[in-house]
Nanobody
């Protein structure tokens, strides 16, 4: 049974840092693209960052480039999102998602859900990140 469990969400002040974790079970990361998505109240879901477990290629949304870093530890079957210089607009529920890797689909396409729908992905339950003073 495929399962993704996020952790690490918290309340943090602007300028602070958090590290989110996504632990996978029921499958190995080797053949999947793993992504972090977020959804704030009243806003559409946004692909924040994705990483291919096959070659390590990454994608970042412009809004987080230079502040967030995605990484993976295949031995632990876990993907991380290091978030620095957090801003109030980063407040959202952050979801981890997995999609089977295929050569014809780029990491960017996975994050932007190009030609895909939510039903194509495996999803975690989400973790709340709140950036506020």
């Amino acid at each position: 049974q495929v399962q993704l469990v996020e952790s690490g969400g918290d309340l943090v002040q602007p300028g602070g840092s958090l590290r989110l974790s996504c632990a996978a079970s029921g499958f190995t990361l080797d053949y999947f693209v793993i992504g972090w998505f977020r959804q704030a109240p009243g806003k559409e879901r946004e692909g924040v960052s994705c990483i291919s477990s096959s070659d390590g290629s990454t994608y970042y949304a412009d809004s987080v480039k230079g502040r967030f870093t995605i990484s993976r530890d295949n031995a632990k079957n876990t993907v991380y999102l290091q978030m620095n210089s957090l801003k109030p607009e980063d407040t959202a529920i952050y979801y981890c998602a997995a999609l089977i890797w295929v050569p014809a689909r780029t990491v960017q396409a996975v994050c932007l859900m190009t030609g895909l729908s939510g039903g194509n992905y495996y999803w975690g339950q989400g973790t709340q990140v709140t950036v506020s003073s």
